[in-house]
T-cell receptor
Framework: DGGITQSPKYLFRKEGQNVTLSCEQN?????MYWYRQDPGQGLRLIYY???????QKGDIAEGYSVSREKKESFPLTVTSAQKNPTAFYLC??????????????FGPGTRLTVL | KNEVEQSPQNLTAQEGEFITINCSYS?????LHWLQQHPGGGIVSLFM???GKKKHGRLIATINIQEKHSSLHITASHPRDSAVYIC??????????FGTGTRLQVFP
């Protein structure tokens, strides 16, 4: 079955620790995205990557870092510099947005709680 | 003011009722998406629209480009339709802009 996997579903970390969230897709999509979801707010874009070894900052990139060494994988690191890291994190992928037909496919999400 | 506004924020219905969720946006767009987020958090894409109307099963989505407005309708609602419905718009090849979602609960 093709799809996007995120692990783990729930993650707890102590304040001041870096944590890496996993995102893997086997849809052969070039573009991948990381979003953050907070109560009462729409999804906000953290980082996105349209091709391997390239990525761009989204609207709220401060305190986060990413890598895109493989087409299938786009891990997100939440660093200790992120002031309010507790949130629900969603990964998505799509065929490159060269037109308007870029439906994004979402993973199940990781709920990060920083204690 | 958010570029994408959804109404209502919360909606409750009895099984069988016809449901309408609205989305208004303030920017020029190339496409509008309707998404469904299940209680567990996973998101599924329902529709992508650039004009007119689309139907899939009991779901119907319409868009009026001149009025910058879209509606999602659910006919013969069922408790399994309970979810958060999210509207998102795309400007050209730019990123998606998401609404805050409409939480729907359908009771038997």
């Amino acid at each position: 079955d093709g799809g996007i996997t995120q692990s783990p579903k729930y993650l707890f970390r102590k304040e001041g620790q870096n944590v890496t969230l996993s995102c893997e897709q086997n849809l052969n999509h070039d573009a991948m995205y990381w979003y953050r979801q907070d109560p009462g707010q729409g999804l906000r874009l953290i980082y996105y990557s349209q091709i391997v070894n390239d990525f761009q900052k989204g609207d709220i990139a401060e305190g986060y870092s990413v890598s895109r060494e493989k087409k299938e994988s786009f891990p997100l690191t939440v660093t200790s510099a992120q002031k309010n890291p507790t949130a629900f994190y969603l990964c998505a992928s799509s065929i490159p947005p060269t037109g308007t037909t870029d439906t994004q496919y979402f993973g199940p999400g990781t709920r990060l709680t920083v204690l | 003011k958010n570029e994408v506004e959804q109404s209502p924020q919360n909606l409750t219905a009895q099984e069988g009722e016809f449901i309408t969720i609205n989305c208004s946006y303030s920017v020029g767009i190339s496409a509008l998406h309707w998404l469904q987020q299940h209680p567990g958090g996973g998101i599924v894409s329902l529709f992508m629209l650039s004009s007119g109307k689309k139907k899939h099963g009991r779901l119907i989505a319409t868009i009026n480009i001149q009025e910058k407005h879209s509606s999602l309708h659910i006919t013969a609602s069922h408790p399994r339709d309970s979810a958060v419905y999210i509207c998102a718009v795309k400007r050209g090849t730019d990123k998606l802009i998401f609404g805050t979602g409409t939480r729907l609960q359908v009771f038997p």
